[in-house]
């Protein structure tokens, strides 16, 4: 029995006019070689745009049904939209154990994790996805720690500190400025080249029409309120089995927002220091001291959902190579929370030197990783919803289906 891609290319070189002795076998991709994961994901998707029984579940489907065919481009803008909540699997007819054996969950996990790497910036550090694991993270984030403590414990002041609880006196404002602002700079840098050559190559593939308000407008929306974390039908993921839940959207807002808070904390510090030449500590009810606590607590709860729900993911769901990155990316998040809150409870006690050294070492790591880690998935599906909602709003090329 004719394999589906030998009877897709026979299709096509009937189209073509192709027959009889000499019919050749037409490339379904003649320009540029797809890798492993890119072919599966275009093969996977050639089945599914035959069926379309998934055709309303996430942004991923509409956007099929404008193609025949699936390039680099193409696949990457598509692994990109996916929010990995399951659906699809568990009501695809042709999912495993069925010899077509589609799992878009893993198979676009997979290539999104290649997408990371090859768009990273500069491209040397692109290996780094592969390296960024649970391991790898917390070893980083406990040799920071350790080489503050170091520093502390050379000073005489690893146990006790400061009576009045100011951070600055064990490490001055400046040096810390000295310390992060570079790291932040560079993240920003690399996390911007990298989704702008994203951004260069799926353009075209997405009809090359310029971004207008009413498809930012809408891609916002998406982004803040994680639209396609609600399986299609308001009732939410698949997780653990075939049931629906809510939790993986309630804890990934959780986190989205914890870290938006606490961002808004250090934002509202450096004006409060800069500007009003008000110095740290801050205590409540100081905006940056509110900021934080509920950011802080908001990520701790985010995160640690975030983390269960990972270890009871069904086996099918998950692409065994990305769980090291998820895993670490997770466990930097909450160990920077809980650390912040500690040393918000420790603050004038003999431990705060320890608390504040591995608070720091915990965000030295996060943000040193930011780049070649999980948090770039953010970045690049939001450019990913923002190109959907531009190429929703132009005439359909294949005249099939709707949006």
């Known amino acids: ?30 320009v540029l070689p797809l890798t492993a994961a890119e072919g599966e994901v275009a093969r996977i998707l050639q089945i599914c745009n035959a069926c379309r029984y998934c055709e309303g579940f996430c942004a991923v489907f509409p956007a099929m049904t404008r193609r025949l065919e699936f390039g680099r481009a193409d696949v990457h803008y598509m692994a990109n939209l996916c929010h990995n909540c399951g659906a699809c699997l568990h009501a695809c007819q042709y999912a495993p154990p069925h010899e077509f054996g589609v799992n878009i969950p893993v198979a676009m996990a ?29 070893a ?23 009576a009045s609880g100011n951070f600055y006196a064990l490490f001055p404002h400046n040096l810390l400025v000295s310390m992060f ?31 207008s308000a009413p498809a930012a407008a809408e891609a916002g929306a998406a982004v ?38 606490c961002f808004a904390a250090t934002a509202a510090a450096t004006i ?25 607590a908001s990520l701790a709860i985010g995160t640690a959902g975030l983390g269960w729900l990972n270890l009871q993911r069904h086996r099918l769901h998950l692409a065994q190579g990305q ?3 998820d895993l670490g990316f997770i466990a930097l998040l909450f160990l920077t929370a809980t650390s912040g809150l500690a040393l918000w409870l420790g603050r004038g006690t003999p431990a705060m030197a ?13 943000f040193a990783t930011m780049p070649y880690g999980k948090f770039a998935h953010g970045v690049f599906r939001s450019a990913a919803l923002l190109r959907h909602a531009v190429e929703k709003r132009r005439p359909n090329p294949v005249g099939l289906g709707a949006d």
């Not at 700079?185 to 009809?207: D, I």
């Not at 399986?231 to 809510?246: I, P, Q, R, S, V």
Request: contains cysteine.
């Open 224 to 261: 803040l309120q994680l639209k396609y974390l609600d399986g299609g039908h308001g009732a939410g993921c698949n997780n653990a089995d075939d049931a629906f839940t809510l939790s993986r959207r309630r804890f990934h807002h959780l986190t989205f927002y914890g870290f938006a808070l």
């Open 181 to 211: 602002a570079p790291v932040f700079g560079f993240v920003v840098l690399a996390l911007a080249m990298g989704v702008r050559r994203f951004w260069r190559e799926v353009t075209p593939a997405t009809s090359g029409a310029p971004v």
């Open 354 to 366: 320890m608390l504040l050294c591995l608070h720091l070492g915990a965000v030295m790591a996060l």
């Open 140 to 162: 980083l984030a406990l040799a920071l720690t350790l080489f503050l403590l170091l520093a502390v414990a050379l000073n005489g002041t690893l146990w006790g500190g400061p």
């Open 272 to 296: 409060y220091h800069y500007v009003f030449g008000w110095q740290a500590p801050y205590e409540l009810p100081s905006l940056p001291k509110v900021l934080g606590a509920l950011g802080g």
């Open 323 to 325: 769980r090291p990155m």
């Open 110 to 138: 997979e290539l999104r994790g290649q997408t990371y790497q090859d768009y990273a910036w500069p491209p040397v550090l692109g290996k780094l996805y592969r390296r960024n694991g649970l391991v790898v993270s917390l």
């Open 1 to 30: 029995m004719p394999s589906l891609a030998e009877l897709v290319d026979q299709a096509r070189a009937d189209a073509q006019g192709v027959g009889g002795a000499d019919r050749r076998v037409i490339p379904i991709h003649p």
